[in-house]
């Protein structure tokens, strides 16, 4: 596809949905740079090529300025910026301090704003683009994850927000995930018995993979998606069945 030869940025693009993000672009032939505060196990690589790894903490404002100003000196150009680190424990919102909250908004939040404000000239001179990763979980209630659920939600209405600041040169898009397996998913649903339970839950009867999420990723990211700006893809395998269905005992 079209982001041969051209250059990638993935935010922490060294473990789950960022790896599988990173190595798509790989094997569609992309340089592929991927920042995380910790190394992976082993180098992220697909079709016989490896990412490089940068480690950046992307809450140091300094830090993420260094990183873009060392892209553009070794690369001479970023085409796209993948803003997908992130994350939370389960908190519930009464049990913590509103301190500890405010930590999780600025990761998934505050952290892909000043990555991509740090990235902008050097998209903008290649008219490039971002890819917001997004959840369900800014969609709908998020209980015991609110603040997560309210920053990517916050995450969705930047991303238009900057689409239309940015445009033309720099288009601006959004992966609106549901659940996907990871080397830590059975953290969150347990053994396999309990990850297919909960697969069983989504209209395609599964979790995604991360590679699908990253080829979703490639195309927002290419030519084939260059009149998408703005946009919010919904990458959830149908989303979830209402949980009145099941109450009422509607079958599908």
């Given at each position: 596809m079209e982001p041969d030869g051209r250059v990638a940025v993935v935010t922490g693009g060294t473990r789950g949905v960022g790896a599988g993000i990173a190595r798509a672009f790989l094997a569609a032939g992309?340089?592929?740079?991927v920042c995380a505060r910790r190394p992976p196990d082993a180098p992220v690589a697909a079709s016989g090529r490896a990412a490089?790894?940068?480690?950046?903490?992307?809450r140091d404002a300094a830090a993420v300025a260094d990183l873009f100003a060392e892209v553009g000196r070794r690369y001479g150009r970023l085409d796209t910026l993948?803003?997908?680190?992130?994350?939370t424990p389960y908190r519930p919102l009464g049990e913590c301090t509103a301190e500890r909250h405010a930590r999780v908004v600025e990761l998934n939040l505050v952290a892909p704003m000043t990555a991509s404000l740090a990235a902008y000239e050097l998209l903008?001179?290649?008219?490039?683009?971002?890819v917001m990763i997004g959840s369900v979980s800014g969609t709908r209630p998020s209980p015991g994850t609110a603040a997560y659920g309210a920053a990517k939600a916050g995450l969705e209405?930047?991303?238009?927000?900057m689409a239309v600041e940015w445009a033309p040169e720099v288009r601006v898009n959004t992966l609106v995930l549901g659940m996907v397996r990871t080397e830590l998913s059975h953290l969150h649903y347990g053994d396999d018995d309990g990850l297919a339970a909960v697969g069983g839950t989504v209209p395609l009867g599964r979790l995604a993979e991360p590679g699908e999420i990253g080829d979703a990723a490639v195309f927002l990211a290419s030519e084939?998606?260059?009149?998408?700006?703005?946009?919010?893809?919904?990458?959830?395998g149908g989303g979830e069945r209402p949980a009145f269905l099941d109450a009422a005992r509607v079958e599908r």
């Open positions: 992309a340089e592929v740079v490089r790894y940068v480690p950046v903490d992307l993948v803003n997908n680190a992130g994350g903008r001179a290649a008219r490039g683009s971002v209405n930047l991303a238009r927000s084939r998606a260059g009149y998408v700006s703005g946009a919010s893809l919904l990458v959830h």
